[in-house]
């Protein structure tokens, strides 16, 4: 990784996605099962407090987990895949069919992911998380396809496309030997927006309460806090927990996030960072290129005053030997 940031994000991201994979065998008690622990705060026997139902609100976290987790790879990689096959073809095929691709996805960058998913909840009788994450994906792809598309315009006619054309190179191996290489970090950024959206979606609808969600994830963790007033009883350990999880996720995408920008572009690249000089150190900045002048040619030498004009003799008067030229 090029920097701490990129590199904290990462290890917070696989900390994710370990405990997905692993939470439910890790979770103390059944997040469902109910006890006379009544709005226990945290203790030896539930590290996270309970609920008011007794539920231990540690093993809701961690069970929780794995559907945050699915929702989110599994949408970010359907809108990742869609993007790349409408924005890198409408941006390198030209007249019609270039241009009904990018009026297609003109038409889903206005379509509504919230709901969509609300309709088919209301209309399907078991959603579940595969069913959320496959619509958002699919009404989610449109804003990295246009991304796509316009840096394939800009790539479509440099020179080693045209040497491949030349060449006679087919259409598929120009795009997919000489574009896609160039727009890996477009893409993969792309894929860490998509799925912090598919994160953020799956928790709001989860914590407005739709049917047919997941029965453990950190929205309905919020979700059942919220109706029970858990704010009001002073049970900061209902909600708090799942509020800091979405928040240190959020984060760890963010800073990944960073990273791939950092990659793409080379004026971020070098932003914050220090040049050593012998004159010293420069602060680099986005969009100034520093100029180092050293030893004694770096200051040019003031110009020579020119001699004043001599002055004209006055009329009738000769003309001097000290006054001739």
Do not use: C
């Not at 696989?14 to 994979?21: D, E, K, M, S, T």
């Not at 996805?105 to 078991?126: D, K, R, T």
């Not at 479509?156 to 190179?169: I, L, M, N």
């Amino acid at each position: 990784m090029s920097n701490a940031k990129t590199r904290t994000g990462a290890a917070l991201l696989g900390l994710f996605v370990l405990v997905a994979v692993a939470g439910p065998w890790v979770a103390p008690h059944d997040p469902g099962a109910r006890s006379t622990d009544l709005l226990q705060g945290p203790s030896g026997g539930h590290w996270l407090g309970t609920t008011h139902l007794g539920q231990d609100v540690l093993s809701q976290l961690l069970v929780g987990t794995r559907s945050i987790m699915l929702v989110g790879l599994v949408a970010g990689a359907i809108a990742t895949v869609l993007a790349v096959l409408v924005g890198v073809t409408s941006g390198y095929l030209a007249g019609p069919a270039g241009e009904s691709l990018s009026a297609l996805s003109n038409v889903f960058l206005v379509v509504p992911a919230l709901p969509m998913i609300i309709i088919l909840a209301s209309v399907l009788p078991q959603t579940g998380d595969w069913v959320v994450a496959l619509v958002i994906g699919l009404v989610s792809w449109a804003w990295g396809a246009r991304i796509l598309r316009a840096q394939t315009l800009s790539l479509r006619h440099r020179d080693f496309v045209t040497a491949a054309k030349a060449t006679g190179e087919s259409t598929w191996r120009i795009v997919t030997f000489e574009i896609l290489p160039n727009l890996t970090a477009v893409i993969a950024s792309s894929f860490i927006s998509t799925m912090m959206y598919a994160v953020m979606t799956e928790i709001s609808l989860a914590f407005i309460g739709i049917p047919g969600m997941s029965p453990w994830n950190w929205g309905v963790i919020l979700y059942w806090a919220q109706t029970q007033q858990a704010l009001g009883l002073g049970a900061w350990w209902w909600f708090v927990p799942a509020g800091l999880a979405i928040a240190l996720l959020g984060t760890a995408l963010s800073l990944v996030n960073f990273g791939i920008d950092e990659i793409v572009n080379p004026r971020l690249r070098t932003a914050g960072r220090d040049l050593r000089t012998p004159a010293g150190r420069i602060r680099m900045r986005p969009g100034f290129t520093p100029v180092v002048r050293t030893g004694p040619a770096a200051r040019p030498a003031p110009a020579a005053a020119a001699p004043a004009p001599d002055p004209e003799p006055a009329p009738g008067r000769p003309v001097t030997e000290g006054t001739a030229r």
